[in-house]
């Protein structure tokens, strides 16, 4: 099963316990995950063996889920991003969530409480492009009830923060 399936099925066993040094290293590594592991030794003052052995254990228990680049994607071509809230029909979570994997510019999905069941962010090239997704791709969808659309006008990145 891929580790994206995984994830969602909570078929993992659960990670054991981070102290303070796991936590800086996975800022840092937020902050810069080109970070090279002498530099990320020498910030939370361990070897470079304990900080390779720390990092690859992070990886291992799926707390580091991999490594990528943020992008801008207004500089990027995709000028138009929105959230769309979804209805969907009870228990079609899964079925939906795997269309929804398929769809181009799709960048975050969740599964959600509330008064809709599905926050959905994608980037398009422009409106029309967007326009279409929801109108075509997503709508037609049988599982789908209903959407929202929340148009993003400007967002600030906190990639880096929440440890």
Do not use: C
Not at 29 to 50: F, K, P
Not at 100 to 105: H, K
């Amino acid at each position: 099963m891929p580790d994206e399936q995984m994830a969602f099925t909570g078929s993992r066993a659960p990670a054991r316990p981070l102290d303070e040094i796991d936590r800086a290293i996975l800022r840092m590594l937020q902050a810069d995950g080109r970070a090279s592991i002498r530099s990320v030794a020498e910030r939370v003052h361990v070897s470079r063996a304990n900080a390779y052995a720390r990092i690859n254990r992070l990886i291992d228990d799926g707390v580091i889920r991999g490594f990528s680049a943020r992008v801008d994607q207004e500089r990027a071509g995709q000028s138009a991003s929105a959230y769309i809230t979804l209805k969907i029909v009870q228990n079609s979570w899964r079925t939906v969530r795997d269309k929804l994997l398929e769809l181009p510019g799709a960048a975050h999905i969740a599964l959600v409480s509330g008064d809709f069941d599905v926050l959905l962010l994608v980037h398009t090239k422009d409106n029309r492009a967007l326009r279409e997704l929801v109108l075509t791709r997503i709508q037609s969808m049988d599982e789908v009830l209903s959407t929202r659309t929340l148009l993003i006008f400007e967002e600030t990145d906190l990639q880096e923060g929440g440890l």
